[in-house]
């Protein structure tokens, strides 16, 4: 059995400019899919994948974020005061006690690799995951998306890109790996290039926000130069790694929404509001009575 996942790294100091105006003073990582931020499940998918410490790569404007995940002693006290103990049960519990929530502040935004390297003391020699907060991944049949890759880790013991096929033109949104097949769910990946234009791509399987990477990658990364967009990419040190090591693509039976994007965040938003236990039959009756063809005029 490898080395057990034990950390998790959430590289948050991105600008969100997809979503300005509403990223201008909040994080993307804190917008909510209907009740929750996006960073929160995020940290409940790593701990349910058994992640012990969740690593945050944070930046300027992300003081929201600690807050979330700290103790909020006035809220608190204000919910104790009124007898509202399940609204306080549910803000002391976001994180469960035997899980350390670790910071650590990336000065200049150089790109997801150098975040990643930020992270390098915290993480020391150990494969560690990195989740990217704007992919939210449903669990499917009680996994979560990080814990489906953790079992493939435990398996193979060896680096795991979380992965999706996506439509071909939409290749120059992500990093792609030229791959062959091994197994189901699973392809040896031989190559990954960062954004490809659709006909420069390898493939279209893409690598979706989830890594499960081994400590090498850290060693690559301080000699990684700038890439795509001028920023030092994980993907270019992903393809010095498979060249010494063996790495893996894993297809997630877990359904992706890309929340960095405003269609895939209005999607996870209404199909979240439908799974929702409170909401989700008055919301579907809702959308059953829609007008859509009215509303938009
Ligand atoms: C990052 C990675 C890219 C990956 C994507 C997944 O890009 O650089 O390889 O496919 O996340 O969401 P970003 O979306 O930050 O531009």
Redesign the pocket.
């Known amino acids: 059995m490898p080395q057990k996942i034990r950390k998790a790294v959430f590289p948050v100091a991105?600008l969100g400019t997809r979503f300005l105006p509403a990223t201008k003073a909040n994080p993307k990582e804190m917008l909510p899919v209907v009740d929750k931020p996006l960073i929160q499940y995020a940290a409940e998918e790593a701990v349910s994948a058994g992640i012990k410490e969740l690593v945050f790569v944070t930046g300027r404007n992300k003081r929201s974020i600690p807050d979330h995940f700290d103790k909020a002693y006035e809220l608190e006290h204000e919910l104790a005061e009124r007898g509202k103990d399940k609204l306080l049960n549910m803000v002391r519990n976001i994180i469960p006690s035997d899980v350390l929530c670790v910071y650590i502040r990336q000065a200049e935004a150089l790109g997801?690799g150098h975040a990643v390297l930020c992270a390098r003391e915290v993480v020391g020699d150990e494969p560690f995951a990195v989740i990217?907060a704007d992919?939210l991944i449903a669990p499917r049949n009680g996994l979560s998306g990080l814990g489906e890759m953790v079992e493939v880790f435990n398996y193979h013991g060896c680096s795991v890109l979380g992965s999706e096929r996506v439509p071909h033109d939409e290749t120059h949104r992500?990093?792609v790996v030229s791959a062959v097949e091994s197994g189901e769910r699973l392809w040896h990946v031989n190559g990954i290039v960062?954004k490809p234009a659709p006909e420069e791509a390898p493939s279209n399987i893409?690598?979706?926000?989830r890594y499960i990477l081994t400590p090498r990658i850290f060693e690559l990364l301080e000699h990684t130069p700038r890439g795509a967009g001028g920023e030092i990419?994980?993907?270019d040190a992903i393809a010095e790694l498979l060249q010494n090591e063996r790495v893996l693509a894993y297809e997630f039976e877990g359904k992706r929404y890309d929340c960095?994007d405003k269609l895939g965040y209005l999607r996870a938003t209404v199909e979240y509001g439908l799974r929702h236990p409170e909401l989700r039959e008055d919301f579907a009756e809702y959308l059953r009575g829609l007008d859509v063809d009215a509303l938009i005029g």
Do not use: I, M, R, S
């Open positions: 991105g997801l990217l992919d992500y990093g960062e893409a690598v979706v926000g990419q994980l993907t960095g």
